[in-house]
């Protein structure tokens, strides 16, 4: 039986674009610049930190963190992040969004500031604590994700509802930016202040004591933006949605909704009658209705994931061919950290801002289904017009040639199923369960960053032992690697017909919650 919207929901998703739709996305979306930030920023310095702590005297190349200490402070925090999203997804449809929104910001403020502190002196204290604090950052960070996509979703209105969800994501990309430009000013600013020979010159005094404080402020700086939207999270009232659907007070949702509107709305006759429960998670109730597009929401971003973040694998022989990275024996520490920042920048201001932005602009026109079925689609050309001709990209005067392909790739990743991915959990499942599903998806997204990240790190080794990284074993070479990788992308496009378009619909209407009660009926 089809019951009607409440009116208060019904407010909400026929109301005009409004200031406060706006400084919600700026609320949730700071956390999100706060955890891309975070995130990213510790790929600037991991070559420094190799630098200062694992130096061998006489070595002909500068110290690197050795292949499990590299594996531990890069991955660490996305181990932390796959936990969190679970927990914070949980628990944000137990205690309700508000409660636990706050709670995310504080822990990365406090882990942020951490990170950049060491206990003790030498190599294995300084990469331990480094790794506890990011951990535990991570934790923080992998709350923000089903918490800021399901607030975002249940504030907008259904005409521009996948906009406002995919801006809160598309603040990954100013994130990711901002992190960039600050480690270049800041190397410029110890550049300028402790110059030093470059390693072929002098090993030991190409990297200056003062290097060491230059990575902690790097990952300090990540606590601003968290500590500037603290306040704001507090005074958000809790979402209409949860109020009135899972804690079935539909006068306080009423009376919330009508201070952010600015509207009188009014509010249901409190019914007497006890509540039936609804169907939960592992209910064959709800395997009946969302299963499938749970399947569709998990494979995809785990699939996509995977693609996403081996990218890493390939940027730094990407800059090295281009010539925006020298072979690091011709720089000294704090000038390595400039060139990787530079280079890390330029792609996110060509390929990783655009591409999210334009997902921003064309989601309510096109849809997300049109949008993740094309990103895949080409992701998967590109993929395999890298790998197939790998030889002729290798050659010196075709590299621009590698770099625009390899720019589109990422294009399409972000005006495609990287954002995507993130909209549509966020509206396809019922009020009750909706951050838990969208923190399910997103953890599946983290283990296949993993597998991107690690999996290819050794995948895409030289198969030839003795070309291969120190303390790698042989891989299958970077030419199969991206073959693999094309047809991953092709999964996710097969996957993505899981997936139910939500485009200009309610989110009672996607859910179901309209059937019934709350959901809870038999049809």
Sequence with gaps: MAKEQLKVLNALDVAQTQCYHFTAIIIAG?????????????????????????????????????????????????????????????????MGRK?????????????????????????????STLCFFRFWLGFGIGGDYPLSATIMSEYANKKTRGAFIAAVFAMQGFGILGGGIFAIAMSSIFQAKFGAPTYEVDPVASTVPQADYLWRIILMVGALPAALTYYWRLKMPETARYTALVAKNTKQAAADMSKVLQVDIEAEPQSNEQPKAGFGLFSKEFARRHGLHLLGTTSTWFLLDIAFYSQNLFQKDIFSAIGWIPPAKTMNAIEEVFRIARAQTLIAMCSTVPGYWFTVAFIDRIGRFAIQLMGFFFMTVFMFALAFPYNHWTHKDNRIGFVVMYSLTFFFANFGPNATTFVVPAEIFPARLRSTCHGISAASGKLGAMVGAFGFLYLAQNQDKAKADAGYPAGIGVKNSLIVLGVINLLGLLFTFLVPESKGKSLEEMSGENEGDNGAGTE
Excluded: E
């Design 30 to 94: 700071m956390g999100f610049f706060t955890d891309a930030y975070d995130l990213f920023c510790i790929s600037l310095v991991t070559k420094l930190l190799g630098r200062i702590y694992y130096h061998v005297d006489g070595a002909a190349k500068p110290g690197t963190l050795p292949p499990n200490v590299s594996a531990a402070v890069n991955g660490v925090a996305l181990c932390g992040t796959l936990a969190g999203q679970l927990f914070f997804g949980w628990l944000g449809d137990k």
């Design 99 to 127: 409660k636990v929104y706050g709670l995310t910001l504080l822990l990365m403020f406090f882990c942020s500031i951490a990170s950049g502190l060491s206990f003790g002196h030498n190599a294995k204290a300084v990469m």
